[in-house]
């Protein structure tokens, strides 16, 4: 294939918000039937990121006049935030996929808009969009792949680590320096030869989102491949706050995951310590207040991450305007640090709802706070509440680091 690609013939029929939502509320039993063994076992969890697409639910943001149904970003932040409740490490993988839709959206630059419709209706028709993101050593950030002239085409070679979601995706987004060290981003379909995906992510917590590494292999990338420059640099988008109110929602969601199995052990595992007067654990008072302190933090978490992704939406309604930008980068940072704070919180208190038992390996509920520690990685809450406070003292927007 060395010529421009066909753009896919859309779907007769365009889903609406409320049929999507349906949708995901139908697909959740599914995907949390079993999601503790899997991440215990390293059970890649394959279907369910297939049964996400099949049932459109990427497409939630896609515009009506490309066939999607036009949600918002607060009902994609609410999806996620339910997706997230039952398996945080399926949400995260989604991130690159509904971060690739945001970027088309504020796209500007020249063959935009051809790409929007090429991708919007690829991702109508089931398409998966992963990412290999960031490299090992080096600068946060910095790009070491190179891609190269190869007459009218390209090879690109390197490594990148980060790979969100790339062993369920169909396309791989990378980025490569050029002859003339400056980044070409460019998009793969997964089975390119050359193109090789490994499940080598071994951090303690969100061990099934597919993070590991890419490797770019002499692979050929053909000049329609390649991808024109879509962000100015020193300039925020509204990407960069979608992306990282997303982080904010999967660590909403892990607090909601938590509370549900508070409640479940409480119920039907946990027994009360010998000087309780409690006949039942659901009856101790101590439980009670365990179990009431974890759904405060769950519900304080989602409240913060749906407040949010409003003010995306409304630097969308304002047509964009910088102020509007950064003060949704203030807000979601805010949302970010507290919804942290909630997860790991309501994710240690599990373990006082019973003894000894919530330890158990069966009952994997340390998964809670170590993904939420996992989560809460990718960014330093510290730099989140100072860019904050220098804005209030100040009137300093945050930096156009990619993390605000």
Known sequence: MTHAAAV???????????QLLERAEQLLPVIAAGAAARERERQLPFEAVAQIAAASLYTLRIPTRYGGPGGSVKDVIGLLVRIASVDSNVAQALRPGFGFIEGLLVSRAEGAEQERQLWFAR??????????????????????????????????????????????????????????????????????????????????????????????????VYAHEVRTRTVEEGKRTLVTPFLQVFLASVQAGIARNALNDA??????????????????????????????????????????????????????????????????????????????????????????????STTGRGHNLDRHWRNARTVANHNPRDWKAAAVGTWQLKGTPPPTSGLF
Not at 8 to 18: C, D, G, M
Not at 326 to 341: F, G, K, L, M, N
């Open 263 to 356: 409640v479940a052990f409480a119920r039907h595992h946990a027994r009360p310590i010998k000087h309780s007067s409690a006949e039942q654990s659901v009856d101790d008072p101590y439980v009670a207040l365990s179990v009431g302190d974890i759904s405060a933090r769950a519900y304080t978490a989602e409240a913060v991450v749906l407040k949010a992704a409003e003010a995306i939406d409304r630097a969308w309604a304002a047509g964009l305007d910088p102020a509007a930008v950064d003060e949704a980068a203030i807000e979601v940072a805010q949302a970010q640090y507290i919804a942290a704070e909630c997860a790991l919180k309501a994710a240690e208190r599990v373990f006082d709802v019973g003894g000894a």
């Open 123 to 220: 991702y109508l028709q089931g398409a998966v969009l992963g990412n290999a993101g960031w490299e090992v050593g080096g600068a946060n950030g910095a790009i070491s792949a190179r891609i190269v002239r190869e007459g009218d085409h390209y090879r690109a070679n390197g490594s990148k680590f980060y790979s969100t979601g790339s062993l369920y995706a169909d396309w791989i987004s990378a980025v490569a320096l050029d002859e003339h060290d400056q980044p070409l981003s460019f998009i793969l379909p997964r089975d390119r030869e050359g193109l090789v995906l490994l499940d080598d992510f071994d951090a303690m917590g969100q061990r099934l989102t597919a993070s590991g590494t890419t490797r770019l292999d002499n692979v050929q």
């Open 8 to 18: 896919p013939s859309l779907p007769k029929t365009r889903l609406t918000v409320e």
